[in-house]
């Protein structure tokens, strides 16, 4: 962004290992993070807690203004049911444009961030330094999130949740506002066959190697 701050833009769909990847390069380099999807998760919990339909667009607009960065409780926000809930809201123009004020206001703070999101490196952040669009085949990805359900003592069937990312896919690329998609100038990460630290491991040599000055004696 400006010469004073650094961002990384991750973007990707649901169960990618963006969120995972997100924390070690803030930590890597010393950065702020941000997990947007917390702010659109945050916007349905409210709904859903006052038993609002999830396209009340004036009751989301100002669940959107209520959203305060640093009060997003990721326990109450993680459920599956809240993630698919976002996705639902998010499609609604000026809920994004109002949660998206505040994300770009997080990233300008020095020294800069990582954010993770849908459309971080196209719409939020643009002007990024660096971009990364890491993705996973969809199986995998339900592998991963019924792993992390049964994790937290919770059950689910792999056919319901490998249906619901295909779902939450077909409706992150398909809405009309900031669809899911990797931004031209993003380097693409395919974490299918990666472990953690073997996806960490690829994304920092990209940031490296746009990072450092290249030698050319
Ligand atoms: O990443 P996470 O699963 O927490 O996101 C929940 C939902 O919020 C996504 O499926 C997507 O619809 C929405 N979202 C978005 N733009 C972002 C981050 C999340 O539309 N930058």
Do not use: W
């Not at 020095?110 to 971009?131: F, Q």
């Amino acid at each position: 962004m400006t010469g004073k701050t650094l961002t990384i833009a991750i973007d990707g769909p649901a169960g990618a290992g963006k969120g995972t990847l997100a924390r070690r390069l803030a930590d890597h380099y010393r950065l702020n993070l941000l997990d947007t999807g917390l702010t659109y998760r945050a916007v349905a919990h409210a709904l859903l807690q006052y038993g609002l339909p999830l396209d009340n667009v004036a009751a989301a607009e100002t669940a959107a203004r209520q959203v305060n960065l640093g009060e997003l409780d990721r326990t109450v926000l993680s459920a599956h049911a809240v993630g698919e809930a976002a996705s639902k809201v998010a499609v609604i123009p000026t809920v994004r444009r109002i949660l998206v004020e505040k994300q770009r206001a997080f990233a300008s703070t020095p020294p800069g961030a990582v954010l993770d999101g849908r459309d971080i490196g196209t719409v939020v952040c643009p002007e990024a330094r660096i971009k990364l669009y890491v993705t996973a085949r969809a199986d995998v990805r339900a592998r991963r999130r019924l792993a992390e359900i049964e994790a937290m003592g919770g059950q689910a069937e792999f056919e319901t949740i490998l249906a619901d990312i295909e779902g939450r896919d077909a409706r992150d690329m398909g809405r009309e506002d900031s669809p899911l998609r990797p931004a031209p100038d993003a380097h693409l990460l395919d974490t299918s066959e990666m472990a953690i630290e073997t996806a960490f491991l690829a994304a920092k040599s990209i940031i490296d190697g746009v990072l450092q000055p290249r030698n050319t004696a």
